[in-house]
């Protein structure tokens, strides 16, 4: 019975963390994106300007939105993106970072 229920949890808490991974895809596509309008943008490791800053892209980046938070914008981040940005923190397992709504323009993607 223990066993049972051990192998319960494992199952739940492996397609929780699945879960999570799946829910942005590279099939789906992106329903916004952000393009910096200016010289530069920071991106940040999470939504606040007292958060690790991640690295600057240049003007005309555009990238895909995967959410938002009050007055930040999730966007994803290309790996591509290292040999085009000034760089501050080398991000090895980041995909993704939070930019103020103030730096980027969003919108629908075509």
């Known amino acids: 019975m223990k066993t049972t229920h051990r192998t319960l949890a494992v199952i739940v808490a492996l397609s929780l963390l699945c879960g999570s991974g799946f829910a942005q895809t590279a099939a789906e596509a992106p329903r916004e994106v952000a393009t910096v309008p200016t010289s530069h943008a920071s991106v940040h490791m999470a939504a606040g300007s007292g958060s690790e800053l991640l690295l600057m892209v240049p003007k ?3 990238m895909p ?4 938070k009050g007055e930040w914008v999730q966007v ?3 790996p591509e993106l290292r ?3 000034i760089v501050i923190r080398w ?3 980041e995909d993704n970072g939070w930019m103020h709504d103030s730096t980027v323009v969003v919108s ?3």
């Open 76 to 78: 994803r981040l290309n």
């Open 83 to 85: 040999k085009t940005s």
């Open 60 to 62: 005309g980046t555009v």
């Open 65 to 68: 939105v995967l959410g938002r």
């Open 108 to 110: 629908k993607a075509k």
């Open 91 to 93: 991000y090895k397992n």
